[in-house]
């Protein structure tokens, strides 16, 4: 088996909203913060040390997301849920073949217009799963 490179954190964390308004502005005075990004699917909050804060609203997250550079698999934060890893850009290809040969498959691969990359896959929880290099965010 292909020894694992090192994770050097997670990226973000998604949480389920049933009024996203009221929990956007709940965490929005919580930290001090505005938003990174804001919308009726999605509002986002820099959470520190390149960290990111997904706020998402219930029902609208199951589907996919086309962006110009892939897509984005749907996910359900209140059910299956989603986590993304921080790895460095040139462990990428370290990272294909550890997946390779746990026989994880790739469901998505997304280049972001910052110059971050993430790859997806799933978890045997049906979690969205995702690698992300430096570039994805503002903040990472």
Known sequence: MTAAPRVRRIV???LDCVDLAKTVAFYRDLLDAAPMTTGERLVTFDAGAGTVLLLFQRGLTSGAVETPGGIVPGHTPGGPGHVAFAVDAADLPAWERRLD???IAIESRVAWDRGGTSLYFRDPDDRSVELATPGVWPSY
């Open 12 to 14: 973000e964390t998604a």
């Open 101 to 103: 040969s746990l026989g």
